[in-house]
Each structure stands twice: as C-alpha cells, then as structure tokens.
C-alpha cells in the first residue's frame, strides 16, 4: 500500500524530525548489517546540531505524512546523501518518491550521472530504481557500496 506524502524542502525546523527518522532507520534497519559500535558512530553522526549543519551543506527534502517528518534525502553536487524512511513505514514507496525527486533536482541542475555510497542495508533499494555497483568504499570500518546511475534525463 503507498502512503500519502507530500515532499518538501527542508528547512531548520525540520531538522529534529529528521533526525528522529534518521536515528531510527540506522537502530532498526542499519544494526543488522553493521556492528555495534560502527551504528553508535552513525547515530551520533546524525544528532541535531549535525542535521542543521548539513542544511547549510546539501539542498535537503523531506517526505511529511500527517505533518510529521516520514523521510528524508538530500543533493550535494552529484551526490544522493541520506536517504533514510521511517521503518514503520518501509517497502510503501516513500523512498522511491523521494529518490526520484533528487534525480529531477539533478537533472534541472545539469547533473548527468548521480553517485551515492549506499548503506550495505540499501543496495536492493538503489538497483531497483537503476543504480549500479561500481565499487566499495570504507568510511573508517563502515563499508558502503558506490553506485551509480547514468543519464539523467535532462528537464524539458
Ligand atoms: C533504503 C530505504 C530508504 C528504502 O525506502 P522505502 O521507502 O522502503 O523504499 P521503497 O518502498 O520506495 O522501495 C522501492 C523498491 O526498492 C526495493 N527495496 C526497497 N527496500 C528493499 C529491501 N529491504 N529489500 C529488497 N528490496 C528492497 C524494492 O524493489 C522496492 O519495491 P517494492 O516494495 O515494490 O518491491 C529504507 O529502507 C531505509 O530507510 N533504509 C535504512 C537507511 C538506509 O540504509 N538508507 C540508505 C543510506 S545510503
């Protein structure tokens, strides 16, 4: 079943919401492909003062559903960040809207291939909507996944 969202960009008041999301997706959803230690190091990595810092950094949407903040993404340059759905409402197609949302962002900007270092816990999620594995990176003990997506059809 798709769940009614309306996407929007994020501004400073959203940023306690997306962390909440944030925090949650990496506890529930992340914790089974990394360890401990590593998922404490990404939960502090998202604590609210970072969120607003990452505002200035990135254009960041979120998905609302029923005025609360249900997901999240965001664009730096050619690069997908932070893609995370609240776990309650995973597999409803709120990360493939927000997903496409920061591809049409891309392309308006002239972005040709988008990058994203996928989470281990994400790559089904990417390859689903046209992104292919080129490589691992580490980011100290935490490996991601490089993927790419060619051909970012220009906005008419
Ligand atoms: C990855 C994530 C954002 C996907 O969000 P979502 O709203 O559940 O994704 P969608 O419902 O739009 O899924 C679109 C398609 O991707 C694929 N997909 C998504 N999650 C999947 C999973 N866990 N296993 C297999 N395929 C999956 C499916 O093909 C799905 O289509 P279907 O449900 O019709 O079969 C979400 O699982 C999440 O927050 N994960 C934890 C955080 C994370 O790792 N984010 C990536 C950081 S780089």
């Known amino acids: 079943m798709r769940t009614q969202i309306e996407v929007i960009t994020a501004s400073e008041e ?38 607003l810092d990452f505002l200035k950094q990135r254009l960041t949407i979120v998905a609302m559903h029923d005025n609360v903040v249900a997901g999240t993404g965001a664009l730096q340059g050619p690069e997908i960040k932070s893609v995370f759905v609240s776990p309650d409402l995973h597999r409803r197609g709120v990360g493939s809207v927000l997903l496409g949302e920061l591809e049409r962002v891309a392309s308006k900007r002239g972005v040709q291939e988008l990058v994203v270092s996928s989470s281990l816990s994400a790559v ?10 080129q490589s691992r990176k580490f980011f100290g003990e935490e490996e991601t996944v490089v993927m790419i997506k060619s051909a970012i059809s220009p906005s008419p």
Do not use: Q
Not at 124 to 133: M, N, Q, W
């Open 14 to 51: 959203h940023a306690e919401g997306i962390g909440k999301v944030v925090r949650d997706a990496i506890r529930r959803v992340n914790a089974k492909d990394y360890p401990p230690h590593e998922i404490n190091r990404l939960v502090s990595n998202f604590s609210t003062s970072n969120i």
């Open 124 to 133: 089904k999620f990417y390859s689903a909507l046209g992104y292919v594995e």
